[in-house]
Nanobody
Framework: QVQLVESGGGLVQAGGSLRLSCAAS????????MGWYRQAPGKQRELVAV???????NYADSVKGRFTISRDNAKNTVYLQMNSLKPEDTAVYYC??????????WGQGTQVTVSS
């Protein structure tokens, strides 16, 4: 049974920083890609950033230059360093993992609130 444990969300003032973590466990198969999505109230879930097992990254235009995604393959953990946060970054952030064979699994979500 795949489990994803997210941490690091919270309340921060505009211009501040937060670091999200997501630790994955529970499968003998390896993880191809890991990423973060977010969903604001009344909006669809959107991609924030993704990183492959080889370290190739992709970011939403809205976070480029402010957010950095990284991963520790030995620990099956993905991180999202968020700097220069803006009120429009307020959302529930979801960790996503794409495993070989068994497919995609999602975390439960962690709230990020940026006050102006």
């Amino acid at each position: 049974q795949v489990q994803l444990v997210e941490s690091g969300g919270g309340l921060v003032q505009a211009g501040g920083s937060l670091r999200l973590s997501c630790a994955a466990s529970g499968s003998i198969f390896s993880i191809n890609a890991m990423g973060w999505y977010r969903q604001a109230p009344g909006k669809q879930r959107e991609l924030v950033a993704v990183i492959t097992s080889g370290g190739v990254t992709n970011y939403a235009d809205s976070v480029k230059g402010r957010f950095t995604i990284s991963r520790d393959n030995a620990k099956n953990t993905v991180y999202l360093q968020m700097n220069s946060l803006k009120p429009e970054d307020t959302a529930v952030y979801y960790c996503m993992t794409r495993w070989k064979i068994v497919g995609d699994y999602w975390g439960q979500g962690t709230q990020v609130t940026v006050s102006s």
